[in-house]
Each structure stands twice: as structure tokens, then as C-alpha cells.
């Protein structure tokens, strides 16, 4: 097979204004409210097209042998204009193969094994997911005194760089399928690493450039994890059955290297994670907590060496706490009995950290932030042994010039387990309703996130937060900030068929 593909992209923003009084249409700019201003004027500024042009060309070669060997080989050529000049296109190879165990003699006639069939893969992939323009040095006129001398200003405002390429993943993965006793029993483990190099990351830069940020090709990345996942049908008689389903997983990822550019050029919107070259994407950057001092309540921290001190210093922060968790995964039972139905989900997840950032404003020097009842666990009196440090309206108290720190006493285990849902259900079979035949009705309550074990004491140790740009999504991996708790529901369905 051989194809291609174009893509034109064209985005018009538009800017309105419009005066008090009756409402105008959109698309106009009304002439008569010059001469009678109870009229509404409505003004439409064309903000200019912002246009985004993709072209790729594909082959793809599939080939098999009796059912047993498959082998697949793919090869593309892209080309985005969101990168330089010099580097607009990228080829991306994969290959792929096959082999169905179960079919060769030795296996044929196994009375366990019904079906194993080992697969492997390599793969190039390509990411292009950069605002436009990112390689292009722009100028933009000045808002306030726009001339000089009688001249228009206009001021750089993006720094060029039209060597921007391809963010390139080399992607390698194997895993092994069986069935057992007539698929009573499926099982799947797989393993995968992927090496992406010439990640595309937004950096800050030093101010005296004149520029904030760009968008560079930084260093490597690398994934690896395995997964496994079973299925089995434990019972199954003419009115009942019963199956479940297992699954975990492992996955990290590890930063290799970070090219010409300092550890700084790379952080976490709220300075709390860092790129560390040997860690994790993303890692809680810290300086480390000791304990409350029982005679006056200050909180004690640790410098580089280990040593005791009351004074909190930035070139003190390390690595630590785990930010990806070792397992995660899920467990779901499913029973049928009769025209009933039962199922459940739980879902899992241990061996992780997470950093809440708003109880170092909740939980530490008064400002203008609520506090929480945790709070009750801190120093008030000589002897006390608390868990958090004494109230107080003077930053120094903490060792700081700045009411809102980052250390470890903030992180927490990330572990819980969830009931995600569970789901009653009963089918009602062929009748009649209002003259009108049907084939099935069925009535389902679902139930969704209602039970959670953690010792996490946060709202919800399963964090989902917001953030303003792509490059502090990724860094803030684990950090919480007063992020809202998933909902629990209750839902009634409904399903007809006729």
C-alpha cells in the first residue's frame, strides 16, 4: 500500500466590541451610531490567520506464511511547518512480526494451551505537538507609544530557531498471548522501551536576552515498563457464570540527558519538581524536613551533609520521594445469574508521592489562606511532639524570607485502592409496553467512585490538575493544589431494544 496525505490548517480570531444599548450584529460595524449614539455600534477587529500545514507519504508492505508468520513493515515521511527551516521533515520506519506457537506441531494438540502466539515490534514515531510559528522570529508593534519620530515601532518578540526538528521516539515492545483450556483462561504480558530523543521543550531563558522563553530540541528521555493482564471465566453454568479480570502494571521513565542546558532552564510551574538528570520527568525538588523542635516549635531541616538547621536555603533542595508509582492496575468481577447482572471495578495504585502544594499555605505561616484541621496537630507548648510547626506571622520563624516553602513535610504516599464502580443490573425479555414489541429492557444503577482506602490526607490521592501550559503539565507529574476531588454519582440507565 502506498498513500499520502496533506493537511491545510487556517485559524481566524476575531475581536468584538461593542457599546452598551441595543444588540448588534456581529458581522457589522454599524455607521449610524456615529450620528446617533443610543444606537449600538459593534466593531470586528480580524486578529489575522494563524495557518498550520501538514504533509506526510506512507507505504506499508504486510506479508504472511500459512497463517503462523506474519511480518509488517511500515515507512513515512512527514513534514510539519511548525519546525525550521532546516529540519521540516522526518522519516519514521517501523517493522513488526508475528508467530503463532499454538500452530506448530509441538503445541497443536496440547490439551491446555488452545492459543500462544508471540509478537514484537520497532517503531520510529514523530512528535510534533509545538504551538505554530515556534521557529520563527517574530516582531510585533508596540501597544503604548507606538511611534518615534514619527515612525511606527515594532519590537522582536520570539526568538528564531530554524534548526526545531522532530521529537523522535525509537519505540521497542514484545509481549506474549495465551489461551488455556478453550480460552477459559487469557493472559498477556508485554514489555516495551522507548528512547525519545531531541525532546521539544519550552525554556526559560535569562532575561537579559530580552526573551522569556523558547522552544528547543533538549536531550533524551527513556520509558520502559511491563504489563500483564488476565482474564478467566471461573464459572459458567446454564444460569450463572462469573469472570474476572486482572490487570498491572509497572512503567518509569528516566531523564539521560539534558544537552547544553542547566538543570533551571527546566522546571515545574510551582518550583517544586526539576529536571534531574538520572531521575524521573518531573521530580520533587526539596529541601529536606527533619522534625519540630519541641522546646520552641520552629521546624528543623537538613542541609546538603545531613546537618541539622533552622534555616531553609535553596541550594539545599535534593531529589526525593517517588513521583511514578511501582504498580498500578485494576480488579473487575462480573456475575450473571438469571436475568441478573453484578459487577464491580477496584483500582490501584502504589508506591508513589505526591507533593500537595496549598498545605504549605494552610498548614504553615498565617496569611490570608484558610487553614485546615490538620492544623490542630502542631507545636503550641515546650514538649510538645507535633507533626507540623508552630503558628506564626513572621516568616523567619521558618528559616525564610517567603511565607510559602517547599520541603518533604508536604509529601505524602500517593498509595490507595478504589471501588471505581459497581453497576446492578436486571434484563427484562420480550413484551410488550404501549402496543410496542420489545426484544430487551434493561434497568442498571452504577455506582461510581463511593469507597476509597488511602492514608492520603488531601482530598483525593487520584490528582488530575490543571495547568497553563503543556511543559508544567508534564514537569508536576504528582502535585496536587487544591485540585478537586473525583465525583461519586449514582446513575440510573435504561436500555431498550425493539
Known amino acids: 500500500m502506498v498513500g499520502g496525505e496533506i493537511q491545510n490548517s487556517i485559524t481566524t480570531k476575531y475581536t468584538k466590541y461593542e457599546s452598551a444599548g441595543m444588540p448588534g450584529s456581529f458581522y457589522e460595524y454599524d455607521e449610524s451610531a456615529r450620528e446617533n449614539p443610543d444606537v449600538n455600534a459593534v466593531q470586528i477587529d480580524r486578529d489575522g490567520d494563524e495557518i498550520y500545514r501538514f504533509v506526510s507519504a506512507f507505504t506499508r508492505l504486510k506479508y504472511s506464511i500459512k497463517d503462523k508468520y506474519f511480518l509488517e513493515a511500515t515507512g513515512r515521511v512527514d513534514g510539519s511547518s511548525r519546525f525550521g527551516t532546516n529540519n521540516k521533515y522526518g522519516f519514521f520506519p517501523s517493522l513488526s512480526g508475528g508467530w503463532v506457537m499454538s500452530e506448530e506441531n509441538f503445541l497443536k494438540n496440547n490439551k491446555v494451551i488452545n492459543f500462544m502466539k508471540l509478537r514484537g515490534s520497532w517503531g520510529v514515531s514523530g512528535n510534533a505537538n509545538i504551538p505554530n510559528y515556534e521557529s520563527w522570529g517574530t516582531v510585533i508593534p508596540a501597544n503604548f507609544n507606538p511611534y518615534y519620530n514619527g515612525q511606527p515601532i515594532i519590537y522582536p518578540n520570539?526568538?528564531?530557531?530554524?534548526?526545531?526538528?522532530?521529537?523522535?521516539?525509537?519505540?521497542?515492545?514484545?509481549?506474549?498471548?495465551?489461551?488455556?483450556?478453550?480460552?477459559?483462561?487469557?493472559?498477556?504480558?508485554?514489555?516495551?522501551?522507548?528512547?525519545?530523543?531531541?525532546?521539544?521543550?519550552?525554556?526559560?531563558?535569562?532575561?537579559?536576552?530580552?526573551?522569556?522563553?523558547?522552544?528547543?530540541?533538549?536531550?533524551?528521555?527513556?520509558?520502559?515498563?511491563?504489563?500483564?493482564?488476565?482474564?478467566?471465566?471461573?464459572?459458567?453454568?446454564?444460569?450463572?457464570?462469573?469472570?474476572?479480570?486482572?490487570?498491572?502494571?509497572?512503567?518509569?521513565?528516566?531523564?539521560?540527558?539534558?544537552?547544553?542546558?542547566?538543570?533551571?532552564?527546566v522546571s515545574g510551574g510551582t518550583n517544586d519538581t526539576r529536571v534531574v538528570v538520572g531521575e524521573p520527568v518531573g521530580t520533587n525538588y526539596l529541601v529536606k524536613f527533619s522534625h519540630v523542635d519541641s522546646e520552641n516549635g520552629r521546624p528543623v531541616y537538613l542541609d546538603l551533609e545531613g546537618n541539622e538547621t533552622y534555616e531553609w536555603l535553596p541550594n539545599n533542595r535534593v531529589p526525593v520521594g517517588n513521583i511514578l508509582p511501582k504498580a498500578v492496575g485494576g480488579l473487575t468481577n462480573t456475575f450473571k445469574l438469571d436475568n441478573w447482572d453484578f459487577s464491580f471495578l477496584l483500582y490501584y495504585s502504589f508506591g508513589s508521592k505526591i507533593y500537595d502544594s496549598s498545605s504549605k499555605r494552610q498548614l504553615g505561616v498565617v496569611t490570608d489562606w484558610n487553614m485546615r484541621d490538620d492544623i490542630y496537630d502542631r507545636w503550641q507548648q515546650p514538649g510538645d511532639d507535633a507533626t507540623y510547626p508552630r503558628l506564626t506571622l513572621n516568616t523567619q520563624t521558618y528559616g525564610s524570607g517567603t511565607p510559602w516553602i517547599n520541603t518533604d513535610l508536604w509529601l505524602h504516599s500517593g498509595d490507595y485502592v478504589r471501588l471505581r464502580n459497581v453497576t446492578l443490573g436486571y434484563t427484562f425479555n420480550g413484551f410488550k409496553f404501549l402496543k410496542r414489541q420489545f426484544t430487551d429492557l434493561r434497568v442498571a444503577c452504577i455506582a461510581t467512585n463511593w469507597l476509597t482506602w488511602t492514608t492520603f490526607p488531601g482530598l483525593d490521592p487520584e490528582i488530575g490538575r490543571d495547568f497553563e501550559n503543556s511543559t508544567d503539565r508534564n514537569m508536576s507529574p504528582n502535585i496536587t493544589y487544591l485540585t478537586p476531588p473525583q465525583e461519586k454519582s449514582i446513575v440510573i440507565t435504561i436500555n431498550a431494544k425493539f
Not at 158 to 186: F, H
Not at 217 to 240: C, D, P, W
Open 158 to 265: 520570539r526568538l528564531a530557531n530554524p534548526n526545531l526538528k522532530w521529537e523522535r521516539s525509537n519505540v521497542y515492545d514484545i509481549s506474549l498471548q495465551m489461551g488455556l483450556w478453550e480460552d477459559r483462561v487469557t493472559m498477556e504480558v508485554s514489555a516495551y522501551y522507548k528512547d525519545t530523543r531531541d525532546v521539544l521543550m519550552k525554556l526559560t531563558v535569562p532575561s537579559s536576552s530580552g526573551f522569556n522563553d523558547y522552544w528547543d530540541n533538549v536531550g533524551r528521555i527513556t520509558n520502559q515498563g511491563v504489563e500483564f493482564e488476565l482474564k478467566s471465566v471461573n464459572i459458567s453454568k446454564k444460569k450463572f457464570t462469573w469472570s474476572t479480570n486482572f490487570n498491572i502494571a509497572h512503567n518509569q521513565n528516566e531523564i539521560k540527558s539534558i544537552g547544553d542546558y542547566s538543570e533551571d532552564a
